[in-house]
């Protein structure tokens, strides 16, 4: 194939690639909705039995009104880890209405180090 040619299929797929990378990033880094406040996600879930403190908490709007916590729980028990998700989509719902969430168990002592992204953690009061 010609050079030039093939060089500007690939500038036409990037360009492309990135508006949709750009309409994707839009949608994630819209607001919260709601008015829920994160802090209050986090200290609700670190409390009550099973749960020492809360980390890497980040509230994903994934379409208008709908959002995706995703969050990691320090337990004190990880085989009690059962009982604590089920309490935990049972409080997020009740309490935010939030019907979808992805929770992560972590022992006390398992940290996970992201250099990227700020880390909120909640401890349990
Ligand atoms: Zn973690």
């Given at each position: 194939?010609?050079?030039?040619?093939?060089l500007g299929i690939?500038?036409?797929?990037?360009?492309?690639?990135?508006r949709?990378l750009?309409?994707a990033?839009?949608?994630l880094?819209?607001?919260?909705?709601?008015?829920l406040?994160p802090?209050?996600v986090?200290?609700?879930?670190?409390t009550?039995?099973?749960v020492?403190?809360v980390?890497?908490l980040?509230?994903?709007?994934?379409a208008?009104?709908?959002?995706?916590p995703?969050v990691?729980?320090?337990v004190h028990?990880l085989r009690?880890?059962?009982?604590v998700?089920?309490?935990?989509?049972?409080l997020?719902?009740?309490?935010?209405?939030?019907?979808?969430?992805?929770?992560?168990?972590e022992?006390g002592?398992?940290?996970?180090?992201?250099?990227s992204?700020?880390?909120t953690?909640?401890?349990?009061?």
């Open positions: 194939m010609d050079p030039l040619l093939s690939s500038a036409l797929i990037v360009v492309s690639s990135l949709l750009r309409e990033l839009h949608g880094m819209e607001g919260t909705p709601f008015n406040a802090e209050e986090g200290r609700a879930l670190a009550a039995p099973g020492a403190s980390h890497e980040y509230i994903w709007s994934v208008p009104e709908q959002v995706v995703s990691h729980l320090v028990d009690q880890w059962e009982t998700l089920d309490a935990r989509h049972t997020l719902t009740e309490r935010f209405g939030i019907h979808r969430a992805t929770l992560q168990p022992p002592k398992f940290t996970v180090f992201s250099p992204i700020p880390s953690s909640y401890a349990r009061r």
